[in-house]
């Protein structure tokens, strides 16, 4: 069973900057993502990339903003999250498959069977 540890989660004001950090037990070689849930909100997608080649899908609301990147001899991926604003407040949770996803199949938490127990972000205003 792969679990996936993540790190890196805490406060910081509007426009500031944070960086999560996600560590499989185990190769993945698949897809890793970032999903995230604001309280009394649906889980959203944050940013994907896939583990072989390093394609990357950004989710509407980290365009711009956030870089998803992985370390392969590391055996890490990381989400560098900048311009924080409130609306980026909640529990920020790592996700992987040993599945190579296709972009459109990405933003979808339905394929990935590994993940985190999630880290709070709260972006003070």
């Known amino acids: 069973q792969v679990q996936l540890v993540e790190s890196g989660g805490g406060w910081v004001q509007t426009g500031g900057s944070l960086r999560l950090s996600c560590a499989p037990s185990?190769?993945?070689?698949?897809?890793m993502a970032w999903f995230r849930q604001a309280s009394g909100k649906v889980r959203e997608f944050v940013a994907g990339i896939r583990w072989q080649d390093g394609n990357k899908v950004l989710g509407n609301s980290a365009k711009g903003r956030f870089t998803i990147s992985r370390n392969r001899a590391k055996n890490e991926m990381t989400l560098q999250m900048n311009a924080l604003n409130p609306e980026d407040t909640a529990i920020y949770s790592c996700?992987?498959?040993?599945?190579?996803?296709?972009?459109?199949?990405?933003?979808?938490?339905?394929?990935?069977?590994?993940w985190g127990r999630g880290t709070q972000v709260t972006v003070s205003s």
């Open positions: 996700a992987a498959t040993k599945k190579s996803l296709i972009q459109s199949a990405t933003g979808s938490s339905n394929y990935y069977e590994y």
């Open positions: 185990e190769d993945v070689f698949g897809t």
